[in-house]
């Protein structure tokens, strides 16, 4: 059963645009927050923006902040990332992910607080 799918990913170039979206369906739609997450070619999975929806929080990590927004329509249902003045090194494939369950100490960071993963969209963006 697919409970997150990503959309939105494909080529642009350097200072460009793109806009991600991200739909929950099944028991992930009972998620308590939703993130972005990407992974480049050989590299680790790197946070990039995650949304809580206890209070609205949002949060960055620091190469994104002030290029990317994080949004939503429908709160626990969808979640967008709004990228833009993007760079090559922004090349990746993005993850949307949920976390399902509220934790003392959870960090929206942190990929192992996160319960459910789409499968990704690639975002390539040429120099």
């Known amino acids: 059963q697919v409970l997150l799918v990503e959309s939105g990913g494909g080529l642009v170039q350097a200072g460009g645009s793109l806009r991600l979206s991200c739909a929950a369906s099944?028991?992930?739609?009972?998620?308590?927050?939703m993130g972005w997450f990407r992974q480049a070619p050989g590299k680790e999975r790197e946070f990039v923006s995650a949304?809580?929806?206890?209070?609205?929080?949002?949060y960055y990590g620091d190469s994104v902040k002030g290029r990317f927004t994080i949004s939503s329509e429908n709160a626990k249902i969808t979640v967008s990332l709004q990228m833009n003045s993007l760079k090559p090194e922004d090349t990746a494939v993005y993850y949307c992910?949920?976390?399902?369950?509220?934790?003392?100490?959870?960090?929206?960071?942190?990929?192992?607080?996160?319960?459910?993963w789409g499968q990704g969209t690639p975002v390539t963006v040429s120099s």
């Open positions: 099944g028991r992930a739609v009972t998620n308590v927050a």
């Open positions: 992910a949920a976390v399902a369950y509220l934790a003392a100490g959870m960090d929206l960071r942190d990929r192992l607080d996160y319960d459910y």
């Open positions: 949304i809580s929806w206890r209070d609205g929080s949002t």
